[in-house]
C-alpha cells in the first residue's frame, strides 16, 4: 500500500526512483580508559592529522566540484578543526589530565561546542552547529575506525533518504544520478537545501525516515509530499506530471537563449537575481542578460567580521567576469532592520522596517559604506557595472550617497587606482521615492522597482505576515499607481527603468509592467525563460492598452478580472 508523508519543500521539482537509505552512524565512545596517557595521544595526534589532511583535500575538491558555497562550508569548518584554543588544546588536555580515550575526549570537547553554538540567541552562530558536528563525527569516525559507506558510484534514479545531509556527506555522494532527496532535518536554508536547489534536485525534507533501499519513492518537490511504493494508478498520474513538465521545460528551454522581445520585436531584457557570487553563473546558464540585482549581503551575513575591502572587490570582479560584459547591478547593503549582520551590533528597533535600514545604515556607518564603495569602484574595471542604493527615500539621501562615491572615486584616484565612471540607480521601493520620481530621475541613472519593499510601505503590511498577506499584493491598484509614475518619471527624464522585486517574474503583471514602459526585469533565474516566452506574445501596443486600463482600476478584483480578460483575449487571438 502507498505510504504517503508530507514534508517540507526545499528545492522544487518532481523526482523519482529507487530509494538509498544513507545510514546515520552510531558513534559511541567506548567506556574504557586508556592505561596509557601519553599513548592516547600520540595516537589521538596521528588520528587528527590525518583528519585535518583530509578536510583540507576535500575543501580543494569541493572547490573543483561544487563552487563557492561549499567550499566555504567546508573552509569553515577546517579553520574550526584547527582552533587550537578550544579544539585541540582541550581535547589533548581532556585526555593528559582527564585521562579520557581519545573518542571520548572528541565528543566531549566537540558536543560541548555543538551545544553552545544550538544555545546561542545569534542565528549566525546557531547555523554553526552543523559544522561543529560535521567536525565531531569525521574525528569520531577516525578514532573508531570507522569507514563511511561508499556512495560514490549511485545508480541513476537514486532517491536518497537520510536523517541529514551534511556538506561533507554529500561531497563524497556521486549526485550526478540522484533524482530526489528526503531528509527528515534540514530546512530551506540547510546545506541539503542550498545544494539540491543549486543542482536542481527535487528535496523534500521533515519526513521522518520513510523508506527502505530499493523502494519506488516519489518526491514532489513542488507540494512537499513524499509517497513510498506508490500505486499503479499513483505511478502513472506522477510519471505523466513528470512528462507534462519536462515538455514544458523544453518549450521553455528556447526561452533561455533567445532574446527578450515583444510580439512587435520592442527589445528589452530579462535579468537575474542573484544572492551570492557563485549564482551569477547559475542565472547565465537560466538565459540572464545580466545581474538585475546582486543583493550584496551575502558578504557580511554569516561573517564574524566584516568584509574587507579586497574580499568584497574579489567577489564582485567574480560576478562581472562570469557575466563578460553584460550588465551587473550591485545593491549596496540593504541590512539593519530585521536582517542583523552579527559582525555589526544594532541597536533593537520597535518597528525595524521604518528603522535604520539599508541606505540609512550605511550612511550613518560611513567606514562601512567607504569600504564597499571603494571595493565596487575598484571591480567596475572589470565588466559593466553599474551601482544601486536600496530604500532611497529623499534626494538628500541620494545626493549623500552620491557624494561618498564621488569620495570613494576621489581617494582610489589619488592612490593611482584607475576607476571608471559607474552609473549610479536607486531602488524604488519606498513610496515617497515614487512620488518623487521626477525629480529623483533628474539625478540617478536608472531605476529598479523593489516592489516586495514597495507594497508593504504602500500598503502598510509587514512582508510574511499572514494575518495581513490579503492586503501585501502587486495587483493592488495603489502599487500599480506609483510603479507607473516611477516608469513615467524615467521615460521623460530618458533613463531606464527596471524592476527587480519578485512581481517581476509574475507572467500575468508582465505585459502591465511593460506597457507602463519597463524594459528590463530581473528575478530569480528559474523565471527567466517563462517571463521571456510570455513577453513573446505580446505587442507593445496591447501592453500599453492593458497598462491604461489596469490603472483606471478602483479594487484588486478589478484589476484581477482585468488581466483575466486580456489574458483570456490574447489566448483566443493565437
Ligand atoms: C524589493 O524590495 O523588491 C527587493 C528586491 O529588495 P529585497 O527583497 O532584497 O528587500
Ligand atoms: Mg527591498
Known amino acids: 500500500m502507498a505510504l504517503v508523508y508530507q514534508g517540507t519543500t526545499i528545492s522544487p521539482g518532481l523526482g523519482m526512483g529507487r530509494a538509498r537509505v544513507v545510514e546515520s552512524l552510531r ?40 563552487g563557492g558555497h561549499e567550499a566555504e562550508i567546508l573552509d569553515a569548518q577546517l579553520t574550526l578543526l584547527q582552533d587550537e584554543y578550544s579544539v585541540l588544546e582541550p581535547i589533548q588536555e581532556a585526555i593528559r589530565d582527564g585521562g579520557l580515550n581519545m573518542a571520548q575526549a572528541i565528543d566531549q570537547v566537540l558536543g560541548g561546542i555543538v551545544e553552545l553554538f544550538q544555545q546561542a540567541e545569534d542565528e549566525y552562530m546557531r ?11 569525521r574525528l569520531l569516525m577516525r578514532a573508531l575506525g570507522i ?84 500505486d499503479e494508478a499513483g505511478l502513472a498520474r506522477f510519471s505523466q506530471r513528470r512528462r507534462e513538465a519536462e515538455a514544458e521545460r523544453r518549450r521553455l528551454d528556447i526561452f533561455r537563449s533567445a532574446p527578450s522581445r515583444a510580439l512587435d520585436g520592442t527589445a528589452g531584457l530579462i535579468c537575474g537575481n542573484i544572492g551570492t557570487a557563485a549564482e551569477a553563473q547559475a542565472a547565465l546558464d537560466a538565459g540572464a542578460e545580466g545581474i538585475g540585482l546582486l543583493r550584496s549581503e551575502f558578504l557580511y551575513m554569516d561573517q564574524p567580521a566584516l568584509p574587507d575591502e579586497e574580499t568584497q572587490f574579489q567577489a564582485y570582479r567574480q560576478v562581472l567576469e562570469t557575466m563578460a560584459g553584460r550588465p551587473v547591478i550591485i545593491r549596496t547593503l540593504d541590512v539593519g532592520g530585521d536582517k542583523a549582520i552579527p559582525a555589526l551590533p544594532m541597536e533593537r528597533e520597535e518597528n525595524p522596517f521604518l528603522g535604520c535600514r539599508a541606505i540609512r545604515l550605511c550612511l550613518e556607518r560611513r567606514e562601512l559604506f567607504r569600504v564597499q564603495l571603494r571595493a565596487l569602484l575598484r571591480a567596475g574595471a572589470y565588466g559593466d557595472l553599474r551601482i544601486m542604493f536600496p530604500m532611497i527615500s529623499s534626494l538628500e539621501e541620494l545626493r549623500s550617497a552620491k557624494a561618498m562615491l564621488e569620495e570613494a572615486a576621489e581617494e582610489l584616484i589619488r592612490e593611482g587606482v584607475p576607476v571608471r565612471k559607474v ?7 519606498v513610496p515617497g521615492a515614487a512620488v518623487m520620481a521626477d525629480c529623483l530621475a533628474r539625478e540617478a541613472d536608472f531605476f529598479s522597482i ?28 495603489a502599487v500599480l499607481r506609483l510603479i507607473a509614475m516611477a516608469a ?73 478580472a482585468a488581466l483575466q480578460e486580456a489574458h483570456r483575449r490574447r489566448k483566443t487571438r493565437l
Open 450 to 477: 523593489g516592489t516586495n519593499d514597495l507594497i508593504q510601505y504602500t500598503m502598510a503590511a509587514e512582508r510574511g505576515n499572514p494575518s495581513v498577506e490579503h492586503l501585501y499584493s502587486p495587483y493592488a491598484p
Open 27 to 66: 558513534l559511541e565512545p567506548p567506556a574504557e580508559r586508556p592505561r596509557d596517557p601519553e599513548e592516547e595521544l600520540r595516537r589521538f595526534r596521528r588520528c587528527y592529522a590525518a583528519s585535518e589532511e583530509e578536510l583540507r583535500q576535500t575543501v580543494q575538491e569541493a572547490q573543483k566540484k561544487l
Open 147 to 230: 569507514t563511511p559507506r561508499d556512495y560514490s558510484a549511485l545508480p541513476e534514479g537514486t532517491v536518497l533518504v537520510a536523517e541529514e545531509l551534511t556538506p561533507s556527506d554529500t561531497i563524497r555522494m556521486d549526485l550526478a544520478h540522484v533524482s530526489g532527496i528526503v531528509t527528515s532535518r534540514g530546512g530551506y536554508y540547510s546545506h541539503v537545501g542550498i545544494i539540491s536547489r543549486n543542482l536542481g534536485i527535487p528535496s523534500v525534507c521533515g519526513v521522518p525516515r520513510a523508506a527502505e533501499d530499493g523502494d519506488t519513492v516519489l518526491v514532489d518537490g513542488e507540494s512537499g509530499v513524499v509517497t513510498v511504493h506508490p
Open 488 to 560: 513615467r518619471a524615467a521615460e521623460s527624464a530618458g533613463i531606464l527603468c527596471g524592476m527587480c522585486g519578485e512581481a517581476a517574474a509574475d507572467p500575468e503583471l508582465l505585459p502591465v509592467f511593460w506597457g507602463m514602459g519597463l524594459r528590463e526585469l530581473s528575478m530569480s533565474p528559474g523565471g527567466i525563460a517563462r517571463s521571456r516566452a510570455a513577453l513573446s506574445g505580446w505587442s507593445t501596443e496591447d501592453c500599453r492598452a492593458l497598462a491604461e486600463r489596469v490603472l483606471l482600476c478602483a479594487s484588486r478584483e478589478e484589476v484581477q
Open 127 to 137: 547555523l554553526r552547529a552543523g559544522d561543529a558536528k560535521d567536525v565531531r563525527k
Open 423 to 429: 552609473p549610479v540607480g536607486i531602488m524604488v521601493e
